[in-house]
């Protein structure tokens, strides 16, 4: 079975700061996806960011980016010139490649302050 | 976009009641989840249909129940409410072998009180 932790139940950060949150997993598997979701206040899920464990390198959506360390598991996001909306709960996912189910960790708290 | 939509946001119910979650898909999705967010926990699969009228449990499927008649609508029952299954309810679907670019799509959450 895979676990997937996130050490950091709450953050904080100033506007247009940049903030990483943390997230280690463990699996035996060796082909699998890594996600992260973010999700406002009140608000839906959304996939933020994924990354396949097969690439070597780190995925980038504008703001967001990852870095992935395979041998030591660990896949953390950093989140650039941070803004307001960026103030949300955010879930670190693992998924095995084929199979259908997410292993969410425990989620991250972060608020980005005016 | 693939809509995910659940039928209430807000739900009160009372101990001992019999508690309907409904979730619809609008994007011909084999897979459906139940999720139940509590802070410190993260999501915790509650039950899983990878087809209509198939389940199987998930990691906490004690004292709930599913429902899956049509492809679209996934139902999550709760039989006897207690106190202790206050919390915010997720739904999600996703392709019968999920893609990297697809892997589920939530729901906006239900926050059902069981007072």
């Known amino acids: 079975a895979q676990t997937v932790t996130q050490s950091q139940p709450e953050m904080s950060v100033q506007e247009a700061e940049t903030v990483t949150l943390s997230c280690t997993y463990d699996?035996?598997?060796?082909?699998?996806?890594l996600f992260w979701y973010k999700q406002p206040p009140s608000r839906q899920m959304i996939l933020v960011i994924r990354?396949?464990?097969?690439?070597?390198q780190n995925a980038t959506e504008n703001r967001f980016s990852v870095n992935f360390q395979k041998a030591a598991k660990s896949f953390s996001l950093k989140i650039s010139d941070s803004q307001l909306g960026d103030t949300a709960m955010y879930f670190c996912?693992?998924?095995?490649?084929?199979?259908?189910?997410?292993?969410f960790g425990t989620g991250t708290r972060l608020t980005i302050i005016p | 976009d693939v809509k995910v939509t659940q039928s209430s946001r807000y739900l009160v119910k009372r101990t001992g009641e019999k508690v309907f979650l409904e979730c619809v898909q609008d994007?011909?999705?084999?897979?459906m989840f139940w999720y139940r967010q509590d802070p410190g926990l993260g999501l915790r699969l509650i039950y899983f249909?990878?087809?209509?009228?198939?389940?199987e449990k998930g990691d906490i499927p004690e004292g709930y129940s599913v429902s899956r008649e049509k492809k679209e609508r996934f139902s999550l029952i709760l039989e006897s409410a207690s106190t202790n299954q206050t919390s915010m309810y997720l739904c999600?679907?996703?392709?019968?072998?999920?893609?990297?670019?697809?892997?589920?799509?939530f729901g906006d959450g239900t926050r059902l009180s069981i007072l």
């Open positions: 999600a679907s996703s392709q019968r072998t999920p893609s990297i670019n697809q892997p589920q799509h």
């Open positions: 699996t035996s598997e060796n082909n699998y996806y």
């Open positions: 990354q396949e464990a097969y690439k070597q």
């Open positions: 996912a693992f998924m095995k490649r084929g199979r259908e189910k997410l292993t």
């Open positions: 994007m011909d999705h084999e897979n």
């Open positions: 249909s990878y087809d209509v009228k198939m389940k």
